[in-house]
């Protein structure tokens, strides 16, 4: 619909040239759906004579009423001239759905108003995955300031928690469609959605603001016998977007009723997370399905459909390539389709403003398939006896790896690693064994030579210079033996790695003399093998080193990089930080470098920054 209004204004003969400023306003009522989302409202400052036109978006077969009227500060007397023109195309369907594989999608577009331009385009803008609750919604009954007055009842609650990953910072909006665009005529109490990172810190809620004022005449002071208040309260039926950082989300939504019966029928209930497209997806459409199979030679193009005539248009799927990787089976896009050319000359926008909604359901992904450089595994030239022999040996390691913590307390451990040291004396799994119990037993401040010892045991097995010479070298990849020794190599590259950080950090711990020298000499080896300052799960020696160094400094700006980073989960390695033990260290820091007022600060504001629960509804 084109709604143009031209000011009756002459400059000449009414001598005005000031700008006056007009309301339209549009409303139609569709059934089962919110008023808002069928109003539109628009503000038009025109000079004399001036003609502005305006698109807006109706539905067929529902009176529209057209509201116009001069802004109520606008002085004076208005006149206008008021054009009303319906045109455009009907789709059937209205609503088009594609799904991955069905190859294509269909829509008719009707002309029944008058001849029209048409040039079919569509593209997708946003994107939502659904999300089932991690466990199934618990049911209780709220307290007594929850009793209803008027019958006395209980009114109960259903709490559900759902969790997603964010791949990077950005903004989404949690959807429950059975439960929200409904306000008054919701069977349901309230329902309410809150965010919160993986620190369980409070991101937002789901919800729109409503700004109620009211007035109270009331004296509080002799001087003050008025006051007027302004609250601004969460309404729950209308979503709205939260913004997040990269990591761990959690939401938590409450739904409350009087009759807990009504709230079993919830407890597994689905929601939807909305983002949008960092890059548009665009869809071609074809006048035929033949064009549609030859594949973009015959895409649509530009022509005139006459009154009381139809066409049919043939969308295709979107690329695989064009659709995000973080997208999975089951996820939908969601955007807008054009049918009307929305030529310049036309009045308006030229066609529907938003357009028509079109989705798309993706599939499955394609398997990866061995790419040309993958080799295949070379011959294996042992004997079946020493196979065997081998899987026998591993086996057992591996199982005396997953001695469980009690078991490792009794001894078993010492005692079935005594047995295998006798069998296996140089198998470097096996002496990695050792040191990890060791390093993570509950007497390790009472053990740290020992820890030591078993480091230097894994050390001892791993010939540096061998390392040195292969990995100075490129590996030729079409080589199958090669490969496999250089996969080989790798896994002793690791075992010494994590051997010197552990030793390492024995020795920051010790008080003994030489440790602080045995501190840097071990550390110098790691540097030979790897960057600590860029990796953060060698946080803890990097910060220990740079500590010793009185860099406090440094040490806060890299505290506050791993914070940034932390949203839930620690910084990994031998030594993980939490984010509990980065607030605290930063604390540490901040006195030492004698900021008195921030280390204050800091303090008091880390129950923010990692509260202990999740905040209350």
Known sequence: MDVTIRDGRNSAEDGEAATKLFVLHTVQLVPHAAYRDHSQQRYLNLLPSQTSVTSISVEAGITCEVDIGRYWSTAGVSKAD????????????????????????????????????????????????????????????????????????????????????????????????????????SIYESQLILAYDGDKKYLGYCGTKCLICFEISMPIIHYL???????????????????????????????????????????????????????????????????????????????????????????SEPSSSKIPSSCKEGDVLMGSAFYCSGEASLPGDGKRPDGFPIAFTVGPKAEKTPSEGDVAEPKDERTSEERLEEAIRDLKVDQLNKLTSAEKD??????????????YPNHIPLLMARLKHLDDSKTRSESLERIVQAADNVVSQISEDELALHFGKKVDKDDPTKVKQNKDLEKKKQYL?????????CFAEMDQDGAGQEFDD??????????????????????????RLNRYGLVLKRINKLISKSNGKDTGGVKPYSKSSLLEKRYEILKKLGYVSLAKRDESMRLIAKPPDYMLF
């Not at 759902?162 to 439960?179: D, G, M, N, Q, V």
């Open 82 to 185: 008021v054009t009303i023109e319906f045109r455009g195309v009907r789709p059937v369907p209205s609503e088009l759905s594609l799904r991955n594989g069905d190859g294509f999608g269909l829509a008719r577009i009707h002309s029944e108003l008058r001849d029209e331009s048409i040039s079919p385009t569509a593209r997708f803008t946003k994107w939502k995955t659904a999300i089932r609750p991690k466990s199934e919604g618990v049911i209780s009954p709220l307290g007594q300031r929850d009793i209803q007055p008027w019958n006395n009842k209980t009114t109960y609650q259903l709490v559900l928690h759902y969790e997603f990953s964010l791949e990077e910072k950005t903004s989404f909006t949690p959807r429950a469609p059975i439960l929200q665009e409904v306000l008054y005529e």
């Open 225 to 315: 016998t008025f006051a007027s208040f302004l609250l601004i309260a969460p309404l729950d039926a209308f979503p709205n977007t939260i913004s997040a950082p990269k990591g761990t989300v959690v939401i938590k939504m409450q739904v409350r009723h009087d009759d807990p019966a009504m709230l079993e029928n919830l407890k597994d209930m689905i929601i939807w997370i909305e983002r949008k497209l960092e890059k548009e997806v665009s869809v071609s459409c074809y006048a035929t399905r033949e064009d549609l199979l030859a594949g973009g030679k015959g895409s649509m193009k530009k022509r005139t459909l006459r009154k009381g005539t139809c066409a049919s248009v043939f969308f």
């Open 410 to 423: 009794s001894g078993v451990f010492e005692a079935s690693y005594s047995v295998l040291l006798e069998q």
């Open 497 to 505: 790695i994590e051997a010197l950080v552990r030793k390492a950090l």
């Open 522 to 547: 071990t550390l110098g080896k790691l540097k030979e093998w790897v960057d600590i300052d860029s990796n953060g799960k060698f946080a803890a020696l990097a910060i220990e080193r740079d500590s």
